[in-house]
């Protein structure tokens, strides 16, 4: 057999200089290797870019580093510059290294001089660190929107169904009497957990980098509370160096609150895939939601719930990526942080897809309630047997025995009726007293934390760009 001879990649169009050329001739193949994807990712963090430009003028003005005139040049160079960004106009071509040599030359062609001022007292180190705060919140807030989403159609879910009862599960195995609503509360107060830890990491989230530089600071008189007030910060990373070194650090926990959240998810998909099949009949999936088979005409497929735990598992490494990328790194900068972007940038759009297709399927799907009370015949019903004679006196190890002896034997229990069993289960949480009302309140908290960070940090944006930011 002829070898086929393959023809050499292309390599990606490379800037005629950079940033901190000091002039001459560079390996084109060592530029390639060091820029290699990094445009991509760069093309989320642009609006960012300019924002965290935005408020770094604001710092250099206040610390009378600029004049009002150049200030003023660059505050309106720049608000053009997120309008042209926001348009398409403004883009990270070949020309362009990164975000941020593509802001600051198409900045200096229209303003001059004064765009050369720009960088002062600023590394590219704390200002991608910025954007990636930034960027950060603004997907954490989203996400935490994306959640409740979920979180509300679980709990309108579980009102419609609280009484449709079905057995419950341990080992695969029936067990206990539950309900389609305590299964679908049990759901809604799980992600309420994840959601509920979401200001702790907020916090961390809401520090500025600006005036770090490449992690010792600069010999300036900066004023960097300036640049964070006016970016919708609450504070400081106060140690310069800390900002180069927790580099992967808070990537690493917004994407470990994702897992968290994405976990909860995948088992309510799991279950879905399970309790939608054939074998139990619990659930139904309408067919508007299910996909067919290319061979096999009578197939109706959970595909959207098969790759919901998919990509919560691709979460997963997106998170261990970030870990090792991050491990084993000594103090300060290394351009290994550089590909810390593509695990984050990506786990939080994967996250951001399994919520929002979540809270359309959640009200769609349906409960077979009269598979459900079917199935707890048998074994399902043997606990409430024991309990039974308890509440008649006969100690609880005795009534045990006598109630697997007679299993044994073969023999069967009356099935109480729906409502009986239901009243017997009144303790706090069960499925008679499933106390959605407690959960909605703690949705409604949630929800006005997210609305009042949400307000404030666009409201900062806002202030910087000029109205008609969104």
């Not at 001059?112 to 990636?132: F, I, K």
């Not at 900002?243 to 917004?254: F, I, P």
């Not at 009949?281 to 998919?310: C, Q, V, W, Y």
Request: net charge positive; glycine share 10%; with cysteine.
């Amino acid at each position: 057999m002829k070898r086929v001879r393959r023809r050499p990649s292309r390599p990606a169009a490379l800037p005629p200089k950079t940033l901190w050329s000091p002039g001459g001739e560079f390996d084109q193949t060592m530029l390639a290797f060091t820029i290699g994807d990094d445009r991509e990712w760069d093309r989320h963090l642009l609006p960012w870019d300019v924002l965290g430009s935005l408020g770094h003028v604001e710092g250099l003005r206040a610390s009378g580093l600029v004049t009002q005139r150049d200030h003023q040049k660059l505050r309106a160079g720049l608000r053009s510059a997120f309008h042209a960004v926001r348009n398409g106009r403004l883009v990270i071509g070949p020309e362009h290294e990164d975000a941020h040599s593509a802001v600051e030359l198409w900045l200096t062609r229209r303003v001059g001089p004064a765009g050369e001022r720009l960088h002062t007292g600023r590394s590219r180190n704390d200002q991608v660190a910025c954007d990636l705060r930034l960027y950060m919140k603004d997907n954490l807030i989203a996400l935490q929107i994306g959640a409740l989403g979920v979180v509300a159609a679980l709990l309108l879910f579980a009102e419609l169904h609280r009484d449709a009862l079905w057995p419950g599960y341990t080992h695969t195995r029936r067990a206990m009497p539950s309900s389609a609503g305590l299964w679908a509360a049990a759901f809604a107060e799980g992600i309420l957990d994840t959601v509920e830890a979401l200001p702790g990491l907020w916090a961390r989230a809401d520090r500025s980098p600006l005036g770090s530089a490449a992690g010792y600071g600069v010999p300036l008189p900066l004023d960097r509370s300036a640049a964070a007030r006016a970016l919708g910060f609450a504070g400081l990373d106060h140690n310069v160096a800390t900002v180069q070194n927790g580099r992967g650090k808070l990537e690493a926990d917004v994407l470990f609150w994702c897992v968290q959240l994405g976990h909860e998810l995948a088992k309510l998909s799991g279950d879905v895939i399970l309790y939608s099949g054939e074998e139990f009949g619990l659930l139904r999936l309408p067919p508007r939601l299910a996909t067919g088979s290319s061979i096999m005409p009578h197939k109706r497929n959970p595909d959207l719930f098969e790759l919901t735990r998919a990509r919560v598992a691709a979460v997963e490494g997106d998170l261990a990526a970030v870990l090792a990328i991050r491990s084993k790194l000594i103090s300060g900068y290394h351009r290994d942080v550089q590909l810390l972007k593509e695990p984050l940038i990506r786990g939080l759009g994967r996250t951001q897809s399994v919520l929002a297709m979540l809270a359309i399927t959640i009200p769609r799907l349906e409960v077979d309630r009269a598979s459900g009370l079917a199935a707890l015949s048998g074994g399902a019903l043997a606990t409430d047997e024991v309990m039974r004679r308890v509440e008649a006196g006969v100690p609880f190890r005795r009534a045990y025995r006598d109630v697997a002896a007679a299993l044994k034997r073969g023999e069967s229990f009356p099935a109480p009726s729906a409502r009986a069993l239901m009243s017997r289960r009144r303790s706090a949480g069960g499925v008679g007293r499933l106390g959605l009302e407690k959960a909605w309140r703690r949705f409604e908290r949630a929800r006005r934390w997210s609305e009042q960070e949400m307000q404030s940090f666009h409201a900062a944006l806002d202030r910087l760009v000029g109205r008609g930011r969104r």
